[in-house]
T-cell receptor
Framework: AQSVTQPDIHITVSEGASLELRCNYS??????LFWYVQSPGQGLQLLLK??????LVQGIKGFEAEFKRSQSSFNLRKPSVHWSDAAEYFC?????????FGAGTILRVKS | NAGVTQTPKFQVLKTGQSMTLQCAQD?????MYWYRQDPGMGLRLIYY???????DKGEVPNGYNVSRLNKREFSLRLESAAPSQTSVYFC???????????FGSGTRLTVV
């Protein structure tokens, strides 16, 4: 069965600094991978997705993620973080017609 | 606006009470899902419906039942609520695995 690990429960970065959120997945076949963001009290919004092809994918709000099959990773990055990026971020892998989510990483942005 | 609508947004139940969480989508999606979200555990799948007329168990189905009433609506029922079911419940729908899911805004349920 597929699974997702997000090693960092909390991350704090300064506004304007770069960001990388880690995600490792376990899946037997070629994975369909997603990153979602959840603002407090809100539902989840899709940031980006990877199915095949170019291993560097671009998403909304200036985010990108890189798929590395050899490391079973799909890390999320942003060159310069804004205070509005403070939220919880979830990595997910699709398999068997359903998404399996990681436990999430809470991003705090300090000014 | 197109999307996934969940009702109610908040609910407090006493142990042993029953209730139904409603979910409707207007995007003509085939698949619908119910997840629960608990701190530090991400979202866990309760039940899903790959198409109208079908439902399947997810990771944490115990204590819940679902009904896919039609293509638009997918309800989640708690027959006898327990404090362990205190959680935030999210409904989602999907056109296909290629597009990811569209989520509702959630139902915050407290069982006392």
């Amino acid at each position: 069965a597929q699974s997702v690990t997000q090693p960092d429960i909390h991350i704090t970065v300064s506004e304007g600094a770069s960001l990388e959120l880690r995600c490792n997945y376990s899946y037997g076949a070629t994975p369909y991978l997603f990153w979602y963001v959840q603002s407090p009290g809100q539902g989840l919004q899709l940031l980006l997705k990877y199915f095949s092809g170019d291993t560097l994918v671009q998403g909304i709000k200036g985010f990108e993620a890189e798929f590395k099959r050899s490391q079973s990773s799909f890390n999320l990055r942003k060159p310069s973080v804004h205070w509005s990026d403070a939220a919880e971020y979830f990595c997910a892998v699709e398999g068997g017609n359903k998404l399996v989510f990681g436990a999430g990483t809470i991003l705090r942005v300090k000014s | 606006n197109a999307g996934v609508t969940q009702t109610p947004k908040f609910q407090v139940l006493k142990t042993g009470q029953s209730m139904t969480l409603q979910c409707a989508q207007d995007m003509n999606h085939n698949s619908m899902y119910w997840y629960r979200q608990d701190p530090g555990m991400g979202l866990r799948l309760i039940y899903y419906s790959a198409s109208e007329g079908t439902t399947d168990k997810g990771e944490v189905p115990n204590g819940y039942n679902v009904s896919r009433l039609n293509k638009r609506e997918f309800s989640l029922r708690l027959e006898s609520a327990a404090p362990s079911q205190t959680s935030v419940y999210f409904c989602a729908s999907s056109e296909s695995r290629l597009y990811g899911y569209t989520f509702g805004s959630g139902t915050r349920l407290t069982v006392v």
